[in-house]
């Protein structure tokens, strides 16, 4: 069953509610701090300047019932369905626009990423840019997850769990290139499938290159595990080759990694702000 907004006020309103069964239903766009927002039924009603985002899950209706959900965002929606009868459904929701951002540094401990016997370790810098990556987006408003906070080593698939484990979020794995050939140089962005990975690649990857002017090596489609087994959009940068002596000691300065984290961090916020 699908029902239809309709909006109150404001700029940034719910777009659709969709009810498939009694236990679940999804709230789709986003909804003002203070809208009061009537759901009708039978037709789904889009009036501009609605901008849809991802569907929220949230618990469907039950007469009176009221919920809470996530953060950010707070909204009273009543609900009437077809029938005429004069059954009002009160929904207290918040809505989230920011999704929790999963930070993975790859390798660390043993693994210290790259070729065999490459001569700068991928660890460290994909580490660096990671934690920069996490405070610019804490520091604006977003809650992140790290992965992994120091020289340690842990599984793909333990990072997949650790991702895993929030319901709403996505995936941004960092990591640094390597070729046996020296002359190999440039910036790469995986993404597995889906539509909002390939998106949030395509917002990253042209950010990436427009702050740092390196070469395009594109975004590409790539089954790698941590990107399989994320549930939720996921993504792998590759942001320059260590094997590369040029491209490396630019990676070796720390306002070069910053560069790299704040163009990162900006086309994730502006995606999801
Ligand atoms: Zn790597």
Redesign the pocket.
Known sequence: MVVAARRASARRMLTSFHIQNENLGWLTGLEPATARTTIWSSTIELQPPFRACEATKIPAAAKGNFFSLIRMFKAIISTRFLGGLAAWFIFQCALTAAPTVVIDA??GGHDR??MPGQRVP?KGY?LDVAKRVDSLLRNSGFRTVLTRRGDYFVTLADRCAIANRNSRAVFVSI???GAPNRDASGIETYYSSGRESLDLATAIHKKVLSSTGAENRWVRSRGLYVLRHSRMPAVLC?LGFLTNSEESRRIASSAYRQRLAAAIASAIASRYR
Do not use: C, I, R
Request: glycine content about 30%; charged content about 20%.
């Open positions: 790859g390798h990423g790259g991928e994909a990591h640094f290139n590759e």
